[in-house]
Structures are given as C-alpha cells and as structure tokens.
C-alpha cells in the first residue's frame, strides 16, 4: 500500500481545505532559478499544465496575480494593453512576500495575505487539472481547473508569448 504524503500546512492548503477543494500532492527537490520547467521534469507532468503564479504591479502600483503556463511567458505590454494602464512589473521578492506572505518560487495564488485580483492565461480554462503552487517551494498542488476557477474566480486574458 503506498503511504501517503502529508501536504505542508501552507496559507494555501489551509484554504482549499476550508473550501473543501480536493487536490493531489506533488513534491519536488526545489532549485533556485529552476522554475517550473523542473517542476514538470522532475514529476513528469505535461509542461502546459504547470502553471505559475507571478505577483505583478501596474504603473500606479496597483499589485495583482498572473496565472501563466509554466512553459511561456507574460507579455506585459499586451498584459497593460488588457488592463488600461501605461505598464506592468514584476514585483520585487520583497514586494511578493509583503503582498503574499509567500516567497518567490513558492507563490501560490491561494490564501495570499492580501486579496489581489487574479488574471490567468485563457488557455488554462481549456485544461482539465492544473499543477500549481501549494504555497512553499518544491510543492505543487494538483486541482481541477474548475475548482481553481471557482476559488479565485480568475479574469481571463490573452497576453502569452
């Protein structure tokens, strides 16, 4: 009988918990700079379905999440095209920990320590389970789309590159 893995008690966890949002543990020997590209290779899941929480900020820095495919890349430009505004940033680590409670390679979009609107990828909607940050680094979290999509109630956006 295979044992079962015990998720770390992440801000994240807590709140899919909460929501009574099954979901499946997925852990990997985290590297820093490895991005999610070992995410997918060290647990062999497809490279669409890993997808990556980043913590951006508008020009007026209005801060917000960004769901994206593990295996592209968030055109900013087309991103404030989207959204009305001059131009989109990344956050600083610190910035990300502040708004998040959560450190950069280990952002999940759930149970942030603020409430910042999300944004995703349209093309995620089309995927059955995502693979996705459970809150610490080397620890994803596998859960329907639809699940997600009724937890964050995510706006969809065409902005990868």
Known sequence: MAKRVKPPKTAAVRLLDKHRIPFTVWLYDYVDNGGAERAWTELGLAEESVIKTLVMETDNG???LILMHGNKKVSTKELARELGCKSIEPCSSERVLKLTGY???????????HQLTVY???????????????G???FLVGISTEDMERVLNPIYVNVSL
Do not use: K, M, V, W
């Open 103 to 113: 450190q950069i390679g280990g952002t999940s979009p759930f149970g942030t320590r």
């Open 136 to 138: 610490h680094r080397g």
């Open 62 to 64: 209005t801060p917000l």
């Open 120 to 134: 995703a990828e349209q093309s995620i909607h089309d995927l059955d389970e995502i693979f996705i940050n459970g």
